[in-house]
């Protein structure tokens, strides 16, 4: 797939929005990319995830690994792809983690996989990881860079389905919040 046809398929779904948010990353932006609106549908999740895989099939990838939550979907379905397992990380007490019994075996070529990324901050917690078991990163796939490519990951070759160069600010920098444009609800928690 081309950036053309993934963002065109990002708009098809409304999974790009434009308003007032408040980002995971605690910056405000006047756009946001509900992933869910893309991935609710079986099909796109599919045919955006074997874009991925295309990309990495030569890179003897052994497991895919994806943050929870939109990353599950991600993993599962580039894992897929590759002919791969699939597996992820959770937070427990604030820290990147593996549970429910996951490991890797020393030297495990990863392919990382991510939805959204801002800053790059979640997915380096899951290179950090990765590593901690052992594992190696050999690079991370996303849906959407919304860092317009700079977000880096040392040492780790990175790929997107879609790059953007979207605006964010730090809340007492934001000129919507200056104009008093109230936080457009989105996503699970309702802001």
């Given at each position: ?46 045919k955006l995830c074997k874009a991925m895989a295309e990309h990495f099939k030569d ?133």
């Amino acid at each position: 797939m081309t950036q053309e046809e993934v963002k065109e398929l990002l708009i098809k779904t409304n999974a790009i929005m434009d308003g007032h948010f408040l980002l995971t990353s605690g910056l405000h932006s006047p756009h946001y990319v509900e992933k869910f609106n893309v991935l609710q549908h079986p099909e796109y999740t599919e045919k955006l995830c074997k874009a991925m895989a295309e990309h990495f099939k030569d890179a003897r990838i052994e497991t895919v690994v994806g943050p929870v939550t939109g990353g599950i979907l991600l993993a599962h379905e580039t894992g897929k792809a590759l002919g791969t397992r699939a597996i992820f990380t959770e937070r427990v007490d604030g820290k990147m983690t593996f549970r429910r019994g996951f490991t890797l075996h020393e030297g495990e070529r990863c392919l990382i996989v991510e939805d959204i990324v801002t800053t790059g901050g979640s997915i380096q917690e899951v290179i950090d990881v990765v590593r901690s078991h052992g594992g190696i990163p050999v690079a991370v796939s996303m849906l959407v860079d919304r860092s317009a490519g700079k977000a880096q990951f040392e040492g780790v070759e990175k790929y997107a389905l879609l790059t953007m160069d979207v605006e964010t600010y730090k809340p007492e920098d934001c000129p919507l919040c200056k104009q008093g444009i109230p936080m457009t609800k989105r996503g699970s928690t309702g802001k």
